[in-house]
């Protein structure tokens, strides 16, 4: 018993200096803007079709230098354009899809 609170006590206190460097509640408010603009550009991520998904991949193919401005003019980043490709790749006719459009617009 004596160690679980002894323990208790410890991660109390590591878990107390870690939260002193917290930003401020502006900060945190702004913080909470960018978790909404995240689930929107998420919902942008699901709400494109396979082929939008496969002409988007063609034109990063042609440009890679302009990858990161490709994917932002379509609401994207990259970690959100990988997880749209893995949900297209999980369904054989949306794979499917995606390849003609990637072949057709490459």
């Known amino acids: 018993m004596k160690t679980l609170l002894t323990s208790s006590a410890i991660v109390m ?3 107390a200096a870690g939260c002193r460097n ?3 509640s502006t900060a ?3 913080g ?3 978790t909404t603009t995240s689930a929107q550009s998420s919902a942008t991520a699901a709400s494109l079709s396979p ?3 496969g ?4 034109q990063i193919k042609k440009q890679p230098n302009d990858a990161d401005k490709i994917l932002a ?3 994207l980043n990259e970690q959100q354009f990988a997880a749209a490709i893995r949900r297209v790749s999980e369904n054989p006719d949306d794979a499917k899809r995606y390849a003609a459009a990637y072949k057709s617009a490459s």
Do not use: F, I, K, W
């Open 13 to 15: 206190l590591v878990l």
């Open 22 to 24: 917290n930003p401020s």
């Open 28 to 30: 945190a408010s702004s």
């Open 32 to 34: 909470s803007d960018t």
């Open 51 to 53: 082929e939008q998904l």
């Open 55 to 58: 002409a988007l991949g063609a």
């Open 73 to 75: 003019d379509h609401g």
